[in-house]
């Protein structure tokens, strides 16, 4: 399977020029034959903007989906994406997986909300994240600041996920988040996570970019530097990686009492 | 508190040329005001010597911890270390802490077993990693291969543990341990983990050195290279690290389901 990633700068303005970039780069990836695209976390309508959270958030199967899922068919190509979405009288962080004919694979809620904007704009998922497939790999679906904690990574490892998608927007200064924790969940889990950054400064937050899809090695398949970019790579089959080269083994957990 | 750590090479021969070692190091350790110095696993009477592990593994209270503690007390420094115990009719891959009085503060049998040499000689243990204090800080103790699983980090920083000490024999070839992981359990637990590795070669096995002890932002307070080593680092208040330099806080954690 090759994923594609998009990091995009923070600063692209209007929903219409997100959609027409997520179109472009979909472009790309269909030409690189990928079978999925990940962008951003909330790259409708956009991360530092408070204000419009409530007043663009849009429910499901609204006009950003329709315009999505149509791009994603064109193309072929499956797109993962974080945006806010109106639902049960609340506004959430949320992100939904199209397939390359456009059919929802996937869905889910961010359930770590971070920092006061965040936690004032949207209500926190209470769900499993999802796991899906997509051609022929199991995936996991997680948003930026669920990734800093082992326990939703290992969840997601637990129920077969090989690969973890992750739409963010994590700000310049915590560069350790894809540095040291992306690689680790990948390496402690053997498999491989995919985070999708934005560059660039929205509104005075800046972003550090420094996207990356993290390998079961802890190495990257392929990264970002701080600017605009799109990066492919082939997953290979997690039995092309040696046991050596991997970390602890899922199924050799043991806790205390365990006899 | 400071904190050292003996980066020894695996090749040192007998039991008693370590005890030797580890005077030397309590010695320059108490001269550099340490509060306690942390050596590697199994360091008596060796790890990569199966041979060994039955015939030499001593009880509780035996000759090695009767000469280590009297070595503790004469410098005043407190001590970590790895050891095979002979107990419940069984060998364990053990490690022992002593306080600066040469009084055992910790006890603990390795409860993931790495790979077959170590199956064959131990036996694993149950019980909880032990969490203590010592010149006023609370510390968990785990070995080895434990802390490449997340649940036992998190379990000892749940407990209140501002530092985890690790006694480790990891080969050349698993620098992703100390390069990813250990830094990983460092920041997601906003903690301090100690690693001391062997380096040199034992009975044709490499190990990798890059001892390190991580602060709670993943940097290295201090690092070892690929040969011996005495790393020394006052651990700071772990309220001196800015909360954006620290990961995903423990209090933050919700699971699905959470309400």
Known sequence: MKLALLQISAATASAEERLD???????????????????????????????????????????????????????GVGLAYGWAERAEGAVWNAATVLGPEGVQLAH?????????????????????PPVFEIAGRRCGLLICYDIEFPEHARGLARRGAEAILVPTANPAGFEHVQR????????????????????????????????????????ALAAAGTGPALIVAELPELSAYPAEAVSAQLADLRLPGDG
């Not at 990836?29 to 990928?34: I, L, S, W, Y």
């Not at 889910?108 to 499993?128: D, H, N, P, V």
């Open 180 to 219: 040291l924790l992306v690689p680790a969940r990948a390496c402690e889990n053997g498999i491989f996570v995919a985070y999708a950054n934005y560059c660039g400064t929205d509104r005075g937050l800046d972003f550090g970019g420094g996207s990356v899809i993290a390998g079961p090695d802890g190495a």
């Open 21 to 75: 970039a997520v179109e472009a780069a979909l472009a790309a990836a269909a030409a690189q034959e990928a079978a999925l695209l990940l962008v951003p976390e909330l790259l409708l309508p956009g991360y530092n903007c408070p204000d419009l959270h409530a007043t663009l958030a849009e429910p499901a199967g609204g006009p950003w989906q329709l315009a999505l899922a149509e791009m994603a068919r064109v193309h």
């Open 108 to 128: 889910y809620r961010k359930i770590q909300l971070f920092g006061e904007m965040e936690r004032a704009s949207f209500r926190a998922g209470t769900g499993a």
